[in-house]
């Protein structure tokens, strides 16, 4: 069982940053891939970035050049540092764990951007 602990939310104003984390227990973090997904009131959860064990990155278009996602294994923690933000990125974020089979979520921070 792998846990994950979130943290970084917040109400922030367009144009602002904010800067998320993702703990996890466990040994096994740095050969997993991580991912943070959003999920806005009345909408599907979403893909926003996933970062792979050798350090491959994915991004959605709707944020490409906007946020990056990073990771410290040393501290078993993925990053999600996100600028220019609009309104739009309003969503609960989650992070994400996946190693073969195994997919674990966090519980979610939510992410507020006022116009």
């Known amino acids: 069982q792998v846990q994950l602990v979130e943290s970084g939310g917040g109400l922030v104003q367009a144009g602002g940053s904010l800067r998320l984390s993702c703990a996890a227990s466990?040994?096994?973090?740095?050969?997993?891939?991580m991912g943070w997904y959003r999920q806005a009131p009345g909408k599907q959860r979403e893909l926003v970035a996933t970062i792979t064990s050798s350090g491959s990155t994915n991004y959605a278009d709707s944020v490409k050049g906007r946020f990056t996602i990073s990771r410290d294994n040393a501290k078993n923690t993925v990053y999600l540092q996100m600028n220019s933000l609009k309104p739009e990125d309003t969503a609960v974020y989650y992070c994400?764990?996946?190693?073969?089979?195994?997919?674990?979520w966090g519980q979610g921070t939510q992410v507020t951007v006022s116009s």
């Open positions: 466990g040994s096994i973090f740095s050969i997993a891939t």
């Open positions: 994400k764990f996946s190693l073969g089979i195994r997919n674990y």
